[in-house]
């Protein structure tokens, strides 16, 4: 699917426990490198194993989505169209290697961004939950049995927002209930795998 801006303002409610689990992954960290602020495909680094455990996900039937916080475009430094461009590079570069994600969603928001539109606080911005209530929405999912996958504290920080679960790839020491630190997502895979299929 392409890229879609998060812009939910939190006005939908999260699916019921008749849904199905999900995995939400950050983008920069998580699936690529995170070089700051990217917003070319000249940036764009692919982490290994990353294709191959979006990969496993697909065929196992969990849905895939990115919820990413892009405040690049607030803060002037690329614009939207950039992030759909990465995302479609992303994209070509999945199928090419087996893979896909079946949702992009992306916050541009920030307090302190310089461009007019964008420079506002926003329950779209990890770890507010307005992306993963959004992904919950269009994938039908029950994001009390889902996962959250990321590097940073924002992204441990979603997932207890909504009840999911975290897997947090940092560098940081983030303990809590239902949080994992693990190496890589293709070591959350693993693991998400484990509980989600059994």
């Given at each position: 699917m392409g890229t879609l801006r998060a812009d939910v303002g939190g006005a939908i409610k999260e699916r019921c426990a008749s849904g199905r689990?999900?995995?939400?992954?950050?983008?920069?960290?998580?699936?690529?490198?995170?070089?700051?602020?990217?917003?070319?495909?000249?940036?764009?680094?692919?982490?290994?194993?990353?294709?191959?455990?979006?990969?496993?996900?697909?065929?196992?039937?969990?849905?895939?989505?990115?919820?990413?916080?892009?405040?690049?475009?607030?803060?002037?430094?690329?614009?939207?169209?950039?992030?759909?461009?990465?995302?479609?590079?992303?994209t070509d570069w999945?199928?090419?290697?087996?893979?896909?994600?079946?949702?992009?969603?992306?916050?541009?928001?920030?307090?302190?961004?310089?461009?007019?539109?964008?420079?506002?606080?926003?329950?779209?911005?990890?770890p507010r939950p307005g992306m993963a209530r959004a992904a919950a929405a269009a994938l039908q999912l029950d994001l009390r049995s889902s996962w959250v996958v990321g590097d940073r504290p924002e992204d441990v920080g979603l997932a207890a927002a909504v009840g999911a679960s975290a897997i947090y790839l940092g560098a940081d020491n983030i303990k809590g209930p239902r949080v994992w630190s693990l190496p890589s997502l293709a070591a959350a895979a693993d693991l998400i795998l484990e509980r989600v299929t059994s």
């Open positions: 689990p999900g995995v939400l992954l950050d983008r920069d960290g998580t699936i690529i490198r995170d070089h700051g602020y990217v917003g070319s495909v000249d940036r764009v680094e692919f982490i290994p194993g990353a294709a191959d455990a979006i990969a496993r996900f697909n065929r196992a039937g969990v849905p895939v989505a990115v919820v990413t916080n892009q405040a690049g475009v607030a803060r002037g430094f690329y614009g939207i169209e950039d992030v759909e461009r990465v995302h479609g590079f992303i999945l199928a090419a290697n087996g893979a896909w994600i079946d949702l992009f969603l992306s916050c541009p928001y920030h307090p302190d961004g310089v461009v007019p539109p964008f420079a506002r606080a926003s329950e779209d911005r990890k």
